[in-house]
């Protein structure tokens, strides 16, 4: 088979604006998409659309809203910014086709993208995203200029939604809003400058919340808006300035999530998907499947044996994990990058409610984030991980790929490894601990990860692998 123009990566189509990001790349991907649509949702398919705060967001949504309705498939436009979580709603609530979100997520400012949502409320599987691909290489050739944004409302093929409205409305009814407005918390939220700006006051109100990074600003300040520790140090520095009981940040698109305690500590998202299982399980008395990605602690298979919990583990992309959630019986699925779903909701990652379940959680078992997360240590053993994104050239990316599937690393830090896992990357393990390299979908990065029983061990083991591999 023939190789599309464009390909997805692990969670959608994402390039650099102007470079290969164009209006003429986005129709590709747009008239695809109608295909697939028609094809498998018959003649009269249905849209929900919306953006994030990234560079033209609103330009590139109107042009693919266009062509979708003047391919005879009707268009529900978000009003403004809005989150992916909420598109995904609304896919689900609104009983649409699909879901079409216009943003790159975390990558730096200069990306742009293009998400699919299926009519479940979660990322578009594999099979799907395989059939849009397909679709490029027999696009049906276009049928005259696009007709104006106005002719299109008049014919009723685009129509406006206050979408984050409707999602903020589901929010409340699925969080325990008045636990947490009763109580004292104070929570410090850093919106990174994207499509999260404002949920989370609205939910608990102005007077609790203590705002970061809340306005309007499509270059990020410049800096990719990834809610991970080494862009955090201001959100850690609000939280113990203004006395707040935690920290919550959210990426671009506000799917995923970046929490600090009480003492302006990061507590990184395997111990939050370890806290949601134990808090879902032991307090509201839920059950199910755990899903974790290839790059998640393994903590999570000890709580699953303790629990009596089945615990699945995928390849990297939640697109993965929504799939294991719609055909069976998840309590928390999620990922080591800030992703996570739990029963109850959409399967779908979403960075805002899954803040305000933490919320809710530290209020209703009335102890600090940090003690939470000491029971965890204390019941499960020392499970610390490590993460180094190495920014390098595709040709350098390619060489390393290569070496490690000739074979692999015979040691970490040390430590004989006894058996190279590849399931998604290349995943060493060892006695006490575990390292793991995989290149990013979308950028010149090698991704590599580690766990074992303390910070420094950890740290060591990506330290050494990085050196074995030439990319120091």
């Not at 023939?2 to 003429?24: L, N, V």
């Not at 992309?317 to 019986?329: H, N, P, R, S, W």
């Not at 830090?413 to 995943?427: I, M, P, S």
């Not at 060892?430 to 979908?441: E, F, I, K, N, Y």
Request: with cysteine.
């Amino acid at each position: 088979m023939a190789t599309p123009p464009i390909k997805f990566g692990t969670d959608g189509w994402r390039a650099i604006i102007a470079k290969d990001y164009t209006f003429d790349n986005l129709e590709i991907v747009t008239r695809a998409t109608a295909q697939w649509l028609k094809k498998n949702y018959g003649a009269t398919p249905s849209v929900v659309m919306g953006h994030d705060t990234r560079f033209l967001g609103p330009e590139f949504t109107e042009f693919s809203a266009r062509i979708f309705a003047s391919l005879g498939v009707s268009v529900t436009m978000a009003e403004g910014f809005t989150s992916t979580p909420a598109i995904s709603w609304a896919a689900l609530g609104y009983e649409a086709s699909a879901g079409i979100v216009i943003t790159a997520s975390h990558n730096p400012p200069q990306y742009n993208g293009f998400k699919i949502k299926a009519d479940f409320g979660g990322p578009a599987t594999p099979d799907m995203i395989a059939a849009v691909e397909a679709e490029m290489l027999d696009l049906a050739p276009a049928d005259g200029p696009l007709p104006p944004l106005e002719a299109l409302m008049e014919d009723g093929m685009i129509r406006f939604r206050d979408v984050t409205a409707d999602y903020l409305n589901v929010l409340r009814d699925r969080l325990d809003i008045d636990a947490i407005t009763g109580s004292d918390l104070k929570v410090a939220h850093d919106a990174m400058y994207g499509a999260g700006q404002g949920m989370v006051a609205a939910l608990i109100g102005e007077d609790r919340v203590v705002g970061l990074h809340q306005d309007y600003n499509p270059s990020f300040k410049g800096q990719a808006p990834e809610p991970i520790s080494k862009n955090l140090g201001g959100l850690s520095e609000l939280v113990v300035r203004e006395g707040c009981s935690l920290g919550i940040a959210n990426d671009g698109d506000a799917d995923r999530i970046g929490m600090y305690d009480e003492n302006g500590d990061f507590v990184n998202s395997h111990l939050l998907l370890a806290l949601l299982i134990k808090y879902l399980h032991q307090e509201r008395k839920l059950t199910g499947d755990v899903i974790k990605t290839y790059s998640t602690t393994h903590m999570l298979d000890r709580i699953g044996e303790a629990y009596g919990l089945t615990v699945q583990t995928t390849p990297i992309g939640f697109k993965y994990i929504a799939g294991k959630i719609v055909e069976g019986d998840v309590i928390v699925g999620g990922e080591e990058s800030g992703g996570m779903a739990v029963k109850g909701h959409i399967p779908e990652r979403d960075g805002i409610y899954i803040g305000l379940l933490m919320a809710e959680m530290v209020v209703k078992r009335g102890k600090p984030l940090s003690a939470l997360v000491q029971e965890l240590y204390d019941e499960f053993g020392g499970h610390y991980t490590y993460r180094n994104d190495v920014h390098t050239t595709n040709e350098n990316k390619a060489k390393v790929l290569n070496a490690l599937a000739a074979g692999g690393l015979k040691t970490i830090a040390g430590r004989t490894v006894n058996e190279v896992g590849t399931l998604d990357g290349f995943k060493h393990f060892a006695d006490g601990g575990w390292l793991l390299v995989r290149p990013s979908g979308t950028e010149p990065v090698l991704r590599v990860y580690s766990e074992s029983d303390s910070p420094e061990n950890a740290k060591a083991i990506v330290d050494d692998a990085i050196v074995q591999l030439g990319l120091a």
